[in-house]
Every structure is written in C-alpha cells, then in structure tokens.
C-alpha cells in the first residue's frame, strides 16, 4: 500500500473492532469511571477515552514533567464529565481565576484578595451574577438582617443618580435583571424592630427602580419572626439559583417557579460558634433540582419561606 492511501481518512466503514489487554487495577477504574459517568458499558467508555485522546492537542505530559502540568491534566481529565450546567459554570468561573493568578506567577507579581468572608460571599455572587446568569435562570435566596447588617458598613452604599443603591453587589443585580435573570429574596425580620425599614431601605430603593421596567425581574418579601436565631435555624440562610429549559413564570409572581429544571446549585454560608461565616458550601443537584434531596431541601424551605412573605412594599416605613 503506498503512503499517501495509508494515511487516507477512511470514509463509510464499519467500526472497527479490537482487543485490549488491561492490568486488572485499570480495568477496575474504568468500572468506577464508567458508572460515575452514566455509561452503558466498558467498551464505550473506552471509544470515548480513544476518542478524547486522538482529538486532543495537548502533549501528554513526559516523565519528570512539572506538577503543574500533570494537575492540569487532572483538571482536563474531572472537567469534561459535568451533568449539571452549573458545575461547568462554577468550573469555568474557578479555573479562571487560576488562569488569571498564574499568569501572575509567571510575571513574578500575584495579588490575592483578602475579603472577610460575608464580602467575599457577595464579590462571588456578584460575579456570577455579572456573568454568568441569563433569561433561563432564577436565583432564590433567604436572608436575614445580621447578615446584611454586618455588611452595610463594607459595601459603600451611596444612592447613584438613577436611584441604584451605588455597591458593587446591587449593581451587579442590575445587571443580570438587565440579562433576564429572575430574583427572588425572602428577608426574615425580627417584628416590630424599629430599624428593619432603615436597613432595607436599599433594597426598596432597588425594588422601586426595577419595578418600573416592564420585564420587571425582581421580587423582594419579608416575614416577620419572633426570634431571628430560631427563624434562621428553621428557614436558613441560603442561595440557589435553578435553570430552566422552558419557562412562562410571570417575572413579578410572587409565587416561586417549581417543576423540573434542568440543574440547580445552592450557595449556603457556613457559620461558626459566634455566628461568623467562615465558609461557603456549594452543592450541584444531580439531575433536576427538584428531585435531588440535597438541593430539594432547599427549595422546599424557600417555598415555605415565600409562602408566609409579604411584599417588600408593604413594610412599614420608619418613624422618625
């Protein structure tokens, strides 16, 4: 056979069938991969290796190569079996950042940022929200006053000329609203407490600036508790946000989507002993949202916690 009909790409053949000898410990892995993975059986999670392997432009790493470039390689290998949208989002965001940082080492100048955790809450909610989140998702928060409270004083609120409250975090909002992101925030309020209309004057000042688009887009609710402690033990203090494949949800409803979505993730603040965040737990449903019990949990108590919300509106205004 001459050179050039060797290397010809064959057109309209059968698929061809091999034999491959593997060491037991592979074959095992393969197994746990191919059941992670939701394939049908061994010999297509091979197909799909050869496949990934043939399409690939990327060196396999030689021996005594930097562990920079073997970890890099992992990550290739994690990231390309995500089910839900919202992993490869958070994966994307993520591995961003690490892009960025490195071409900081490689210049011999990295900054890190230091926020304390309920900033650094808002500054990655803030850039999802800036860059992440369209029209096909909702994003449904319960929240609190301690919680706010705390970051008042770090955020520099200041009204804008067009009636924005002026922090990076509300305009961030502005703009995935402008995107077609549906919000929904549920605040629990200590009744009768004087300075809820003060702290949430912000928010309403949002409410009011966004209500008068015609999209609309936000919906804000309050429910007044006896004890906030013991509210937020039962209701939470939690995000998540849900995307949907088809939707006809009235963007100022003031009842929340429910039905099959097509992935949702939480973002839940972890507090310590003297009720601080010192951490942020991510979850990622498996499948619907709905019909993960992780993620479904959620959900439910944001239903619960809307169902028993008045509208941001109807909140007395502040005496004196």
Known sequence: MRANEKNKKPLHEKPKRTTVTLPAELFWKAQQKQAQRHISTVNEAFASAIAQW???????????????????????????????????????????????????????????????????????????????????????????????????????????????????????????????????????????????????????????????????????????????????ARLGHFAFVRRWKKTTVEPNSSKPTTGDDSGCMVVEPNYDATRRINALNFIFSDGPGNRDSDTRFYIDRFVQAASMSQDLSELPASKG
Not at 175 to 184: N, P, Y
Not at 201 to 224: A, D, K, N, W, Y
């Open 54 to 232: 043939v399409d690939s432009d990327v060196e396999p790493p030689q021996k005594g190569a930097p562990s920079a470039i073997m970890t890099a390689r992992k990550i290739l290998d994690s990231a390309g079996h995500f089910r839900n949208p919202y992993q490869d989002l958070v994966a994307t965001w993520r591995l961003e950042r690490t892009r960025r940082q490195i071409e900081g080492i490689q210049s011999h100048r990295l900054r890190l940022g230091a926020s304390s955790a309920d900033i650094y809450l808002m500054e990655i909610l803030s850039e999802l929200l800036r860059n992440s989140f369209g029209p096909e998702d909702e994003f449904c928060t319960v929240t609190n006053l301690d919680f706010w409270g705390l970051a008042y004083d770090k955020i520099e609120i200041s009204a804008s000329a067009v009636g924005v409250p002026n922090s990076f975090y509300f305009l961030a909002q502005e703009e995935a609203i402008d995107k077609g992101l549906r919000i929904h925030r549920v605040f629990l309020l200590e009744k009768k407490n004087p300075s809820n209309s003060q702290q949430l004057l912000p928010h309403q000042t949002l409410l009011q600036h966004i209500s008068q688009r015609p999209s609309g887009g936000l919906r804000m609710g309050f429910v007044e508790v006896d004890d906030p402690n013991a509210a937020v």
